[in-house]
T-cell receptor
């Protein structure tokens, strides 16, 4: 119940394409869903986050879509660039601070 | 704002020795700090949660006598890996949180420390 399932494990996208990463959860107590970007050898950095009372949030080229009834949320990266090549983690927060991370998606954007 | 640093960024040590990793919140006071462990191509696994001035809370399966955590101030937490063994080699990441005024506290992550035990 504490798991957050993330797919795909890896993703290759052409420059300018759309990258889509999906996450699913079971615990309805989760109430905040951030996405993190991590480059090799670096700590994760917050990319965008959404609350469950919102169905979509957009910041620049990054959009989170949230389906509360299906307990699923996804990250869309529009106009993907080679600089977006990184590992992306979805997460869910239970309680006030405990993060449960997804398994990660390694994105490679081809030039 | 909300910058978290870690030191050292990389450390190599011999088996049986102890290694200390520092985590600092540079521009804010962190009520709570967290320590994560990340194996190659895997997700972050929470090891422990520490609050300033109190004992850390360890996740199930994490040996508290092996991974000593000291949260001496609102800006500094340390993780000491005692009697390190090769299986302790990993990427250790800390994070710090401040109350957001809402129902959750956002965490800010450090750059990580790569530990290699020979």
């Amino acid at each position: 119940q504490q798991q957050v399932k993330q797919s795909p494990q890896s993703l290759i996208v052409q420059k300018g394409g759309i990258s889509i990463i999906n996450c699913a959860y079971e615990n309805t107590a989760f109430d905040y869903f951030p996405w993190y970007q991590q480059f090799p050898g670096k700590g994760p950095a917050l990319l965008i986050a959404i609350r469950p009372d919102v169905s979509e949030k957009k910041e620049g080229r990054f959009t989170i879509s949230f389906n509360k009834s299906a307990k699923q949320f996804s990250l869309h990266i529009m106009d993907s660039q080679p600089g977006d090549s990184a590992t992306y983690f979805c997460a869910a927060i239970v309680g006030t601070y405990k993060y449960i991370f997804g398994t990660g998606t390694r994105l490679k954007v081809l030039a | 704002g909300a910058v978290v640093s870690q030191h050292p960024s990389r450390v190599i040590c011999k088996s049986g020795t102890s290694v200390k990793i520092e985590c600092r919140s540079l521009d804010f006071q962190a009520t709570t700090m967290f320590w994560y462990r990340q194996f190659p191509k895997q997700s972050l696994m929470l090891m422990a949660t520490s609050n300033e001035g109190s004992k850390a809370t360890y996740e199930q399966g994490v040996e508290k006598d092996k991974f000593l955590i000291n949260h001496a101030s609102l800006t500094l937490s340390t993780l000491t890996v005692t009697s390190a063994h090769p299986e302790d080699s990993s990427f250790y990441i800390c994070s710090a949180s401040i109350p957001s005024g809402g129902i959750y506290n956002e965490q800010f992550f450090g750059p990580g420390t790569r530990l290699t035990v020979l």
